[in-house]
């Protein structure tokens, strides 16, 4: 079995050459382990080694970041490592950052994996935590016994690919990847234990913080509606009948874009919903309850808005990812750009 | 979807029921609409009354998209 | 009140010539208890099928999961409203038949419903791989109602699992344990008055056809929120009508086991006082949300709350109930925790709930419902594999040529549910 190649980067402090007086250095390369890497090799059990480290100065880094990024990028590029080592940074601030941006470098540039280790509130975590696997570590180097572990566990995980467990089962920051994991109790008793903190004041965890939603800024108002186009969207999933694009009823991995040119009235005949989330005897019966197909067909003619775009657009919102969402979005938006769309109705159930 | 399309430059009236989940997600124009499985219709009214209502809802959309608005509005009158 | 249970521990289940429960074994003679079954017009077939924990069978299609229980003393039978006719129940004594249950099995409505996987990885994630299942397989007439025909696969089950139950009445429990819960002066006594009071919101899924949930007979999505005894959800008074994205669903099951309701029990009088139960709906319309968390939160304040569990049940619209029962709470200084699970994609990068509010800071999640799983092929299908690529979680291809089956964790009858049955979590 041959071993794991790593590089490993580190700071000029735990380098060994100095303080904060010669946070100035470039960076420079050492065969094999150095400082931190000696303890890392003890938790390789012989299944990887460190063949290289990297020593760089923070100012030096910080100050000179484009230089500095070439410089490490091709210092680790050299010695072709299946995986990439910054750190742990603790709560050093410039440190923290230098092992952010230079592991996300390393693996999107160079396409190793890499990883690092810092304290949560090191302002490195908040840039970089959903970028790179950042390992958990407390405040001062005094954690240096508990960092060491865990990431070398992370590591000798990603180095054989095996499955990434939850943040809260292999101890690195949360990444904005929510992945499942079997705790040691059942929800209801979780659920009490956090009671059970909550009342008496004491700082429990929720599984899922609240997140925040970003705005857009409204459009401007449509002036003359009898002269504009509108087209209707919709995430009640209503379909030509049988579905012909198999959009799921639940989790949507597609969107559909079908015509409805003289389509007058949506009939049970022609159009059903494919949506599983709700109950779908209504919809199944007379789609326009769903999008007002009759109505604006009507309005057409009678000129009290300019015309009912040919095309509509729909998808299932049934347990779809915001994030699928989002992109059947955007290129509804495209098509409807390009077909000159003025305004649009959109329709959830 | 509601605010990728806005954001994109197209003017979007949201016609939902459950419109904490619009004003949570982000719409600015949102118009109430019956029900889940029913938005723009209600089974229990004969045909034409409950075309009327969904002409009713169409026109309150209509007006919503002719309206301009600083922050997420719901138009519920 | 006070209710005891005696659990009788079934350790298999075989077919026989006679109905009866013999050294912890079940014998089931199908004829007379599918005799009833078949009488429904709209029932075409039905036969039974057993499986053990740890045998390579797949059930699929699953509507419901139902514990046999029978009403020793005491008022009231099984299932009130449903099986048994309307009567308090909750009290007295009531045998159960632990470790089995029955499985309703076969197309309900053509599509999305769950699957139940006796061994392999999907096994992890039911708690009913654990069961000994008396699986009923039915099928429907053609041309039928779907919303008629469930409730003939509803009651067909109901009543099957009240027959099974009833085999247990004279026989002498493994284990007994007493239930007691309070009456309000009771909980401002002496030992109770300086715990702190909790309640238990549980969230009932009533969003229409395969979305009920139903209370001693009532249809959920008509009810106001109100109060119940602990015990009676124990014994039988909520049972489910619903098994669309089968993994937030409660099962019958899961009421009769309701995990928040076992936990409270356990640690009352100790760390906190379990004041009360508050059931309240998940309607489809807004007026209704709103109506339904106002009651929550007036009951709460009546009942003088300091905390409360909520769990909900489902996700999409219902996560806007959630968070209306959750910050109502809050506001009037109720401090709170709720149960729910997560839709973030199978990539689990997008947001988790379609509802958020910074009040609802303190969350449990049963998991992400749509991280993809591969579940391999068994040697036995209970049901039909037909509709895999329909159900909710599923995708056209689901099922794969060698018999594997690739989709959404929310196949998976009960994998994510939201009163904590389970230990799945996500980060």
Same mark, same amino acid.
């Given at each position: 079995?041959?071993?794991?190649?790593?590089?490993?980067?580190?700071?000029?402090?735990?380098?060994?050459? /100095?303080?904060?007086?010669?946070?100035?250095?470039?960076?420079?390369? #050492?065969?094999?382990?150095?400082?931190?890497?000696?303890?890392?090799?003890?938790?390789?059990?012989?299944?990887?080694?460190?063949?290289?480290?990297?020593?760089?100065?923070?100012?030096?880094?910080?100050?000179?970041?484009?230089?500095?990024?070439?410089?490490? %990028?091709?210092?680790?590029?050299?010695?072709?490592?299946?995986?990439?080592?910054?750190?742990?940074?603790?709560?050093?601030?410039?440190?923290?950052?230098?092992?952010?941006?230079?592991?996300?470098?390393?693996?999107?540039?160079?396409?190793?994996?890499?990883?690092?280790?810092?304290?949560?509130?090191?302002?490195?975590?908040?840039?970089?935590?959903?970028?790179?696997?950042?390992?958990? !570590?407390?405040?001062?180097?005094?954690?240096? #016994?508990?960092?060491?572990?865990?990431?070398?566990?992370?590591?000798?995980?990603?180095?054989?690919?095996?499955?990434?467990?939850?943040?809260?089962?292999?101890?690195?920051?949360?990444?904005?990847?929510? #992945?499942?994991?079997?705790?040691?109790?059942?929800?209801?008793?979780?659920?009490?234990?956090?009671?059970?903190?909550?009342?008496?004041?004491?700082?429990?965890?929720?599984?899922?913080?609240?997140?925040?939603?970003?705005?857009?800024?409204?459009?401007?108002?449509?002036?003359?509606?009898?002269?504009?186009?509108?087209?209707?969207?919709?995430? /009640?999933?209503?379909?030509?009948?049988?579905?012909?694009?198999?959009?799921?009823?639940?989790?949507?991995?597609?969107?559909?874009?079908?015509?409805?040119?003289?389509?007058?009235?949506?009939?049970?005949?022609?159009?059903?919903?494919?949506?599983?989330?709700?109950?779908?005897?209504?919809?199944?019966?007379?789609? @326009?309850?769903?999008?007002?197909?009759?109505?604006?067909?009507?309005?057409?003619?009678?000129?009290?808005?300019?015309?009912?775009?040919?095309?509509?657009?729909?998808?299932?919102?049934?347990?779809?990812?915001?994030?699928?969402?989002?992109?059947?979005?955007?290129?509804?938006?495209?098509?409807?750009?390009?077909?000159?769309?003025?305004?649009?109705?959109?329709?959830?159930? | 979807?509601?605010?990728?399309?806005?954001?994109?430059?197209?003017?979007?009236?949201?016609?939902?029921?459950?419109?904490?989940?619009?004003?949570?997600?982000?719409?600015?124009?949102?118009?109430?609409?019956?029900?889940?499985?029913?938005?723009?219709?209600?089974?229990?009214?004969?045909?034409?009354?409950?075309?009327?209502?969904?002409?009713?809802?169409?026109?309150?959309?209509?007006?919503?998209?002719?309206?301009?608005? @600083?922050?997420?509005?719901?138009?519920?009158? | 009140?006070?209710?005891?249970?005696?659990?009788?521990?079934?350790?298999?289940?075989?077919?026989?010539?006679?109905?009866?429960?013999?050294?912890?074994?079940?014998?089931?003679?199908?004829?007379?208890?599918?005799?009833?079954?078949?009488?429904?017009?709209?029932?075409?077939?039905?036969?039974?099928?057993?499986?053990?924990?740890?045998?390579?069978?797949?059930?699929?299609?699953?509507?419901?999961?139902?514990?046999?229980?029978?009403?020793?003393?005491?008022?009231?039978?099984?299932?009130?409203?449903? *099986?048994?006719?309307?009567?308090?129940?909750?009290?007295?004594?009531?045998?159960?038949?632990?470790?089995?249950?029955?499985?309703?099995?076969?197309?309900?409505?053509?599509?999305?419903?769950?699957?139940?996987?006796?061994?392999?990885?999907?096994?992890?994630?039911?708690?009913?791989?654990?069961?000994?299942? %008396? *699986?009923?397989?039915?099928?429907?007439?053609?041309?039928?109602?779907?919303?008629?025909?469930?409730?003939?696969?509803?009651?067909?089950?109901?009543?099957?699992?009240?027959?099974?139950?009833?085999?247990?009445?004279?026989?002498?429990?493994?284990?007994?344990?007493?239930?007691?819960?309070?009456?309000?002066?009771?909980?401002?006594?002496?030992?109770?008055?300086?715990?702190?009071?909790?309640?238990?919101?549980?969230?009932?899924?009533?969003? /229409?056809?395969?979305?009920? !949930?139903?209370?001693? /007979?009532?249809?959920?999505?008509?009810?106001?929120?109100?109060?119940?005894?602990?015990?009676?959800?124990?014994?039988?008074?909520?049972?489910?009508?619903?098994?669309?994205?089968?993994?937030?669903?409660?099962?019958?099951?899961?009421?009769?086991?309701?995990?928040?309701?076992?936990?409270?029990?356990?640690?009352?009088?100790?760390?906190?006082?379990?004041?009360?139960?508050?059931?309240?709906?998940?309607?489809?319309?807004?007026?209704?949300?709103?109506?339904?968390?106002?009651?929550?939160?007036?009951?709460?304040?009546?009942?003088?709350?300091?905390?409360?569990?909520?769990?909900?049940?489902?996700?999409?619209?219902?996560?806007?109930?959630?968070?209306?029962?959750?910050?109502?709470?809050?506001?009037?200084?109720?401090?709170?925790?709720?149960? !729910? @699970?997560?839709?973030?994609?199978?990539?689990?990068?997008?947001?988790?709930?379609?509802?958020?509010?910074?009040?609802?800071?303190?969350?449990?999640?049963?998991?992400?419902?749509?991280? %993809?799983?591969?579940?391999?092929?068994?040697?036995?299908?209970?049901?039909?594999?037909?509709?895999?690529?329909?159900?909710?979680?599923?995708?056209?291809?689901?099922?794969?040529?060698?018999?594997?089956?690739?989709?959404?964790?929310?196949?998976?009858?009960?994998?994510?549910?939201?009163?904590?049955?389970?230990?799945?979590?996500?980060?």
């Amino acid at each position: 079995m041959s071993t794991y190649r790593i590089v490993h980067y580190i700071n000029q402090f735990f380098g060994q050459i /100095g303080g904060e007086e010669q946070a100035h250095i470039p960076a420079e390369k #050492r065969p094999g382990p150095v400082g931190p890497g000696l303890a890392f090799k003890q938790h390789f059990g012989g299944e990887a080694e460190i063949v290289a480290t990297i020593i760089c100065g923070d100012s030096w880094f910080n100050e000179n970041l484009d230089l500095a990024k070439k410089t490490v %990028l091709e210092m680790v590029r050299e010695e072709a490592p299946d995986l990439f080592i910054a750190g742990p940074a603790f709560n050093a601030g410039r440190y923290g950052v230098a092992c952010g941006t230079i592991s996300d470098a390393v693996k999107t540039e160079l396409g190793i994996p890499s990883l690092t280790g810092m304290y949560e509130e090191n302002p490195g975590a908040d840039m970089f935590r959903t970028k790179v696997l950042t390992v958990a !570590t407390s405040n001062s180097a005094a954690g240096m #016994r508990k960092a060491v572990p865990a990431m070398a566990k992370l590591a000798l995980k990603l180095l054989k690919g095996e499955r990434v467990g939850a943040s809260a089962e292999d101890g690195y920051l949360p990444d904005g990847v929510r #992945r499942n994991f079997f705790e040691k109790k059942r929800g209801s008793a979780r659920a009490i234990d956090m009671l059970l903190k909550k009342l008496s004041d004491k700082p429990f965890e929720t599984e899922y913080p609240m997140p925040s939603f970003d705005r857009v800024p409204p459009m401007p108002a449509i002036k003359d509606i009898t002269r504009a186009t509108i087209a209707i969207v919709t995430s /009640g999933g209503i379909v030509p009948k049988g579905n012909p694009d198999h959009i799921e009823s639940s989790s949507a991995s597609k969107y559909g874009s079908y015509n409805i040119e003289g389509v007058n009235d949506l009939t049970s005949e022609s159009y059903e919903t494919a949506h599983g989330g709700y109950d779908p005897v209504y919809a199944n019966k007379d789609a @326009d309850r769903v999008i007002p197909v009759d109505v604006l067909r009507q309005y057409e003619k009678e000129g009290k808005i300019g015309k009912l775009h040919n095309w509509f657009y729909t998808t299932v919102g049934n347990g779809t990812a915001v994030a699928s969402a989002k992109k059947y979005a955007d290129e509804i938006a495209e098509k409807l750009i390009s077909h000159e769309v003025d305004a649009v109705i959109l329709t959830s159930t | 979807m509601v605010k990728e399309i806005e954001r994109a430059g197209i003017p979007v009236v949201h016609i939902c029921t459950v419109t904490p989940i619009s004003l949570t997600v982000g719409a600015n124009r949102i118009v109430p609409a019956v029900a889940i499985p029913h938005p723009l219709g209600n089974p229990e009214l004969s045909p034409g009354d409950e075309y009327e209502l969904r002409r009713k809802l169409v026109d309150k959309a209509l007006r919503a998209l002719m309206t301009e608005v @600083d922050d997420q509005t719901v138009f519920d009158s | 009140m006070k209710l005891e249970l005696g659990y009788i521990d079934i350790r298999g289940i075989r077919f026989g010539d006679h109905n009866a429960v013999e050294e912890g074994i079940l014998v089931v003679n199908p004829e007379p208890l599918l005799k009833p079954v078949l009488e429904d017009p709209l029932i075409k077939t039905a036969h039974f099928e057993i499986a053990a924990p740890g045998e390579s069978i797949r059930i699929t299609p699953v509507k419901d999961v139902i514990e046999p229980r029978v009403k020793v003393e005491g008022k009231g039978g099984v299932f009130p409203g449903m *099986v048994s006719k309307v009567d308090t129940v909750g009290s007295g004594k009531t045998n159960v038949l632990r470790g089995m249950a029955v499985v309703t099995a076969g197309p309900i409505v053509g599509f999305q419903e769950g699957i139940i996987d006796m061994t392999g990885v999907g096994a992890d994630y039911t708690p009913f791989s654990q069961l000994h299942n %008396l *699986v009923l397989v039915m099928e429907p007439v053609e041309g039928f109602v779907q919303r008629e025909y469930e409730k003939a696969a509803r009651l067909a089950g109901l009543r099957t699992a009240a027959a099974i139950g009833e085999l247990a009445r004279n026989l002498t429990p493994d284990e007994t344990v007493v239930y007691e819960t309070p009456t309000i002066a009771e909980t401002f006594s002496e030992e109770l008055k300086n715990l702190p009071r909790v309640g238990y919101v549980m969230m009932l899924q009533s969003q /229409g056809l395969l979305h009920d !949930t139903y209370v001693y /007979g009532v249809d959920a999505k008509r009810t106001l929120s109100t109060l119940i005894g602990a015990t009676e959800v124990m014994d039988g008074a909520i049972v489910s009508g619903n098994c669309v994205s089968a993994c937030d669903k409660n099962t019958t099951y899961h009421h009769q086991n309701n995990p928040v309701i076992h936990d409270l029990l356990a640690v009352h009088g100790q760390s906190i006082n379990f004041v009360g139960v508050i059931i309240t709906n998940e309607n489809v319309y807004l007026d209704d949300k709103i109506r339904s968390s106002d009651w929550t939160a007036k009951m709460a304040q009546y009942l003088s709350l300091d905390a409360a569990i909520v769990s909900q049940e489902g996700f999409g619209n219902p996560d806007t109930d959630l968070i209306m029962n959750c910050t109502k709470l809050e506001k009037q200084g109720i401090r709170t925790v709720i149960i !729910t @699970d997560e839709y973030a994609g199978q990539d689990g990068r997008s947001q988790s709930l379609a509802d958020a509010d910074a009040l609802a800071n303190a969350v449990v999640t049963g998991g992400n419902a749509n991280e %993809l799983i591969i579940l391999p092929r068994m040697d036995r299908v209970i049901g039909t594999l037909g509709y895999v690529d329909k159900i909710a979680g599923g995708h056209a291809g689901s099922l794969q040529p060698d018999g594997s089956i690739q989709a959404e964790l929310q196949v998976i009858t009960g994998a994510t549910n939201e009163m904590g049955f389970n230990r799945l979590s996500a980060r």
